[in-house]
């Protein structure tokens, strides 16, 4: 029993979990609220951005959809939170020039993974297609 369970309490014991930022930046909020749309559009409901150059969570109607970091633009941690009642942002600090990069980078690559993921699910949900 202990040669089956000793690999997975090594590995959970070595994953590191990204503490996300908690701090409400409505600047940042404001910043990203042009992007809204297009995010709502393919039914992307969080960004989640760790940080550290992993890969970006986006949380979606039909489940997770990962994309990697884009390259050229610095990492940072922020999630952004869009919901009916709008758009909320949280990161440690805001930076207009950095988070603009980010954004601009992020959200139309974002646009493309997610729509692209929602047509296999639709697929997989309609196999008679």
């Known amino acids: 029993?202990?040669?089956?369970?000793?690999?997975?309490?090594?590995?959970?014991?070595?994953?590191?979990?990204?503490?996300?930022?908690?701090?409400?930046?409505?600047?940042?909020?404001?910043?990203?609220?042009?992007?809204?749309?297009?995010?709502?559009?393919?039914?992307?409901?969080?960004?989640?951005?760790p940080g550290s150059g992993a890969a970006v969570l986006l949380e979606t109607e039909y489940g997770a959809v990962y994309l990697g970091y884009p390259a050229a633009v610095e990492p940072l941690a922020f999630v952004l939170n869009i919901g009916p009642g709008g758009l909320r942002a949280t990161a440690a600090t805001f930076d207009r020039v950095k988070d603009g990069q980010i954004l601009a980078a992020l959200v139309p690559e974002a646009v493309r993974v997610t729509a692209a993921n929602n047509r296999l699910g639709w697929l997989r949900a309609n196999p008679w297609h």
């Open 1 to 49: 029993m202990l040669a089956k369970t000793l690999p997975v309490l090594l590995l959970c014991a070595c994953a590191s979990s990204t503490q996300l930022p908690t701090a409400n930046q409505p600047e940042f909020a404001e910043m990203a609220q042009s992007y809204a749309r297009e995010l709502q559009a393919v039914g992307v409901t969080r960004v989640v951005s």
